[in-house]
């Protein structure tokens, strides 16, 4: 069985299609017939543009998991939902979803009539929530802020897909290793390096390289700069872009 990774919404979009570059992040994962969409990226409007063009229908998310509470990664959550008949199972690192009863920096803003449409669920430690597929536990990326990643079982090794890595790189992959016994080998999805992080950009790379991760898929705040610098290290084969509705499929 494979799992295909699509790539939802993204500052840019592969050419010649209607799909919309828009800022923020997030991916669908595909096992058979289960959709797990990560992140909803910032603007909901753009997400259901996206999916519509995709063909992914609203209520065909079996499941969602939220990165982290940044506003490129949860914003598109509430036209998402008011888009569904179903209840989602929304997976991420906060207690409960946000209502007038209930607030706080790690919780998910929902408007109060959309609450029963959302099943929040608190990630505290690694969870498998499909066949092969994992959450990771919260980490630490500061301001009471906690992140989670996912990892793919398959054939060949951990296949990490990471929002933004605000924890590090170098974090995450050593979590993989200490949860798989093996560092990932391959990684989708951002790397957070500034327009002039050139020295950032070179020992991300340099870590990529030292554990053999070399299948690179990223997009979002790796920005195009970084793709460069990532280049200047491990060569143009192997860092590839993921722009919107670009695709990568594994065997499990």
């Known amino acids: 069985m494979q799992a295909k990774i699509t790539s939802v919404c993204d500052e840019g979009a592969l050419e010649g299609t209607p799909l919309i570059g828009s800022d923020g992040f997030s991916v669908?994962?595909?096992?058979?017939?289960?959709?797990?969409?990560?992140?909803?990226?910032?603007?909901?409007?753009?997400?259901?543009?996206?999916?519509?063009?995709?063909?992914?229908k609203p209520d065909d998310i079996d499941k969602a998991v939220i990165s982290h509470i940044h506003a490129g990664h949860t914003g598109g959550i509430e036209d998402l939902l008011?888009?569904?008949?179903?209840?989602?199972?929304?997976?991420?690192?906060?207690?409960?979803?946000?209502?007038?009863?209930?607030?706080?920096?790690?919780?998910?803003?929902?408007?109060?009539?959309?609450s029963d449409r959302a099943n929040i669920y608190e990630i505290k430690d690694w969870m498998e929530i499909a066949d092969g597929i994992l959450v990771s536990y919260p980490m630490d990326i500061g301001n009471g802020l906690k992140e989670l990643f996912l990892v793919i079982r398959s054939k060949r090794g951990p296949v990490v897909i990471a929002a933004c890595s605000h924890a590090g790189a170098d974090k995450i992959t050593e979590a993989v290793r200490s949860e798989f016994g093996s560092y990932p080998v391959m990684y989708i999805g951002g790397v957070h390096i500034g327009r002039k992080e050139r020295q950032r950009a070179e020992a991300i790379a340099s870590l990529f390289s030292e554990r053999?991760?070399?299948?690179?898929?990223?997009?979002?705040?790796?920005?195009?700069?970084?793709?460069?610098?990532?280049?200047?290290?491990?060569?143009?084969?192997?860092?590839?872009?993921?722009?919107?509705?670009?695709?990568?499929?594994?065997?499990?």
């Open 28 to 56: 669908l994962v595909e096992s058979g017939s289960l959709k797990i969409l990560f992140d909803t990226g910032r603007r909901g409007k753009h997400l259901l543009h996206n999916m519509m063009f995709l063909d992914i």
């Open 82 to 114: 008011r888009d569904r008949e179903k209840a989602l199972g929304i997976y991420a690192p906060c207690s409960a979803a946000e209502t007038k009863k209930r607030s706080g920096p790690e919780c998910i803003r929902i408007p109060e009539d959309l």
């Open 212 to 252: 053999n991760c070399r299948e690179l898929y990223l997009n979002h705040c790796t920005g195009q700069n970084g793709m460069t610098y990532l280049r200047t290290v491990l060569g143009l084969k192997g860092v590839n872009d993921f722009y919107v509705g670009s695709s990568v499929s594994v065997e499990l």
